[in-house]
């Protein structure tokens, strides 16, 4: 996690959700968290290492975490290179007598204090598909690294976002957002568009589709350097050249070309949107 913070839930919960499920080849828990302060701003900072994590926005003020886990089956490379650690010398100890225990356990870590909440899985050989109900006001900062996708649904708080195999999906949310894949697609759709800070969606190897509602007003920025662009905007993308100063060594930077914008609805907040080997999407909504 980013950072993490002073105070955390009782262990009791942590021991609850770490072992008290008994069910073969599973494990499944729900947890209804209910926040320090009702009623004011929430943070939420999710960080899973495998698995995949869906978040819907509901006019409640308590957040609601189901949790599904199974066991992951590493490759046999992988497996490889973890004996050849824990054995050095090819050593090998008997299991005359032992049978094997399988691991059906849940390692999930959930943290709140003032309404900023942590959410944790960072056991390697474990896959947790996380469904969470938030109140649509949450402001979400969620890294995956390995498994499924995040999918978001109804949120109107910032969004920061990062997939490293999985694609984003990001639906009727109002930003601003910052979301980044490594191979995938990024696929959103905006119900409004926050005019507070930039917005920018990446990704390296995926496409990036948006959709904006016909009352969006922002500053449509595009760069892609293998792929196309389409577009379904009214507005004709013209090319922006990229000048910055700098204050110290009274340095300059600048770039001709290369950045195409529409603004749309007379223009507003940036909302870029960049590939560099995937094609851009940009469609009108209702």
Do not use: C, W
């Amino acid at each position: 996690m980013k950072k993490k913070l002073s105070v955390i839930l009782p262990l009791t919960l942590v021991a609850m959700l770490a072992g008290g499920i008994e069910v073969a080849n599973a494990a499944e828990k729900s947890y209804s968290l209910v926040l320090s302060k009702p009623g004011e701003p929430v943070s939420i900072d999710i960080e899973v290492y495998r698995g995949s994590i869906t978040l819907v926005g509901y006019p409640g003020d308590t957040i609601e975490i189901s949790a599904k886990t199974s066991n992951f089956l590493a490759k046999d490379k992988d497996l490889k290179k973890v004996k050849a650690r824990k054995n050095p010398n090819n050593s090998q100890r008997s299991t005359e007598g032992l049978k094997s225990v399988k691991n059906q356990s849940m390692r999930l870590q959930i943290e709140e204090k003032n309404n900023k909440v942590e959410i944790s899985s960072e056991v390697s050989n474990q896959h947790v598909d996380l469904v969470i109900k938030v109140p649509q006001r949450s402001s979400i900062d969620v890294e995956l690294y390995k498994g499924g996708d995040i999918d978001i649904d109804g949120i109107s708080g910032g969004l920061e976002l990062e997939a490293y195999q999985g694609m984003i999906i990001a639906k009727n949310i109002s930003g601003p957002i910052v979301a980044e894949t490594a191979r995938t697609d990024i696929v959103v759709s905006f119900i409004d568009f926050s005019q507070t800070s930039p917005s920018s969606l990446t990704s390296h190897m995926g496409n990036v589709d948006i959709t904006l509602a016909k009352n969006v007003a922002a500053n449509v920025n595009v760069q892609t350097y293998q792929g196309e662009v389409f577009s379904g905007l009214d507005k004709d993308f013209i090319v922006v050249d990229e000048i910055k100063k700098y204050k110290k060594g009274q340095k300059q930077k600048i770039v001709l070309g290369g950045i195409m914008q529409a603004k749309v609805n007379g223009g507003g907040q940036a909302l870029s949107l960049i590939s560099y080997s995937g094609n851009l999407y940009i469609r009108k909504g209702k």
